[in-house]
């Protein structure tokens, strides 16, 4: 099973006291990094927000299972985005970073979360990366970052060339959502746990109906949950959902580069302290995404994992943990943000590429403004999705969902019933529908962490059928 990160050794999550009021200004879905800033935000500016989160506690969704780099130097996204859509975009996104950064430190000070400086790094693993690592470093100097490009690839890992940025930030991920929790508590946010969106109704006041029976209503409603549920807008047709890996190794004493290679297998590496220290006890490794329920076995790509951490740091010693986590990306590596179509007011915010520590927390600031000002905030996916380049994208991803739907239903066919999800975990065998209620798609089987997961988009099922990851809000039927 695949459950347990280094983060929780050191680290509890958030069980905050149960909400007693039914009706607020806001009501924010989802309790990570993203959620918790913009209902702080809206709090600080005199509103009261309510945070709905599935999860049983604050700290078990893809914030806490992160790897905790606060880094402005992001693979390379400011190359991407700038060849993309020019220098001022890529330089927008960089502002809207370094404005998280400035809120989360003192944020992080207040609530005595320990941060470790430390040079970060994206290097090429093969010499066809070079390009790529000298362009990040000519567009992040451009926008003002003080890196620099050297030959070799960090701490003697394999590769040719790295851009490199000194005096960047790395936290402890579980104590770092736990302490936005604090802080959003702080200034008069209620958060409620254990409770799962299944829709939001109503115009001009939204009325938020949950899993349990119970309801709240909201004048706005925003929902950072990943691909936003309640969704009336396609986004799932907008973003991908993958699944990266992350492995701990006891390697005490260690002072790493926090790096990222640009190759396609994308591996991430850093040291670890524990929660309050700046002491390094180990080093996470993680990498190898895919897209969810597609790419084959879960548990041969931690193997890989494995074998590449022991091929290429010897210094990691008995492996401690090892996570899972799920992000989504887009076609143009941008954050996705604006209210979605129809008369209830309903906001989402999502797309981060794994970098939502900071661009999450940055997006969702400036919805919160936005929110408060009456400013419009566009309709959800922005437009600038409608050129041929990003449809093109779009398309092709969409065409692998299409691909995944046909082939389960024709595995399904060939069987001659309706499909069915059969597991047997720790000597208990249970029998579920196999078919996803978001939009049909067949379930996978996913071998690592011992869950039915749906490859269209990226649903995530317990062996009962419990529902562990949206979009979709119901379970597999038994």
């Known amino acids: 099973m695949v459950r347990s990160t280094f983060w929780d050794r050191s680290t509890e999550p958030l069980v905050p006291p149960a909400p007693t009021s039914e009706s607020y200004d806001d009501v924010v879905v989802g309790a990570g990094a993203v959620g918790l800033a913009v209902a702080t935000a809206l709090a600080q500016r005199g509103r009261s927000v309510l945070v709905v989160e599935a999860h049983e506690a604050v700290g078990h969704g893809t914030t806490a299972r992160s790897t905790g780099k606060l880094a402005l130097l992001q693979g390379t996204r400011l190359s991407t985005i700038a060849k993309d859509a020019g220098l001022d975009a890529a330089g927008d996104y960089l502002a809207m970073c370094r404005e998280a950064l400035e809120w989360v430190r003192p944020v992080l000070a207040r609530h005595d979360v320990a941060t470790t400086r430390r040079t970060s790094a994206s290097w090429g693993e093969d010499l066809g990366d070079v390009d790529a690592t000298r362009d990040e470093d000519s567009a992040a100097r451009a926008l003002g970052l003080a890196t620099r490009w050297q030959r070799s690839a960090p701490d003697g890992l394999p ?84 699944r990266s890996y992350a492995l701990a190794f006891a390697s005490p004493g260690a002072e790493l580069t926090m790096s990222v290679s640009v190759g396609q297998a994308s591996i991430s590496v850093r040291d670890a302290a524990g929660s309050g220290s700046t002491t390094s006890e180990a080093v996470v490794v993680g990498g190898l995404s895919h897209p969810v329920a597609r790419g084959g076995s879960e548990a041969r790509r931690i193997e890989t994992l494995r074998r590449w951490t022991r091929d290429h740091l010897p210094g990691a010693g008995e ?121 049909g798609g067949v379930v996978r089987w996913n071998d690592a962490e011992q869950t039915w997961d749906c490859p269209l988009h990226a649903s995530r099922f317990a062996p009962d059928g419990r529902v562990l990851e949206g979009p979709s809000t119901s379970p597999l039927e038994g």
């Open 159 to 242: 590769g040719h060339g790295a851009v490199l940025l000194d005096d960047e930030l790395q936290v402890d991920p579980l104590a770092y959502t736990v302490a936005l929790a604090h802080e959003a508590m702080a200034v008069g946010v209620d958060i409620s746990v254990g409770r799962r969106v299944t829709k939001a109704v109503g115009h001009p006041q939204a009325v938020v109906h949950c899993d349990d029976g119970s309801a709240v209503t909201g004048s706005q409603v925003v929902l950072a949950t990943g691909i936003p549920v309640l969704d009336r807008s396609l986004a799932f047709a907008t973003t991908k959902p993958v």
């Open 319 to 439: 492996e401690l943990d090892a996570w899972s986590a799920q992000d989504y990306t887009t076609p143009d590596d941008r954050p996705l943000v604006g209210r979605l179509p129809g008369a209830t007011p309903v906001h989402a915010v999502t797309g981060f590429g794994k970098w939502g520590l900071l661009a999450g927390v940055g997006a969702a600031r400036r919805l919160a403004d936005a929110i408060v000002a009456g400013d419009d905030v566009g309709r959800f996916p922005p437009s600038r999705l409608a050129g041929p380049k990003r449809a093109a994208t779009i398309t092709a991803w969409n065409g692998e969902v299409g691909a995944a739907m046909v082939a389960g239903w024709l595995g399904a066919a060939r069987q001659g019933r309706r499909p069915r999800a059969t597991s047997t975990v720790d000597g208990c065998t249970r029998t579920v529908s196999g078919v996803c209620p978001h939009l």
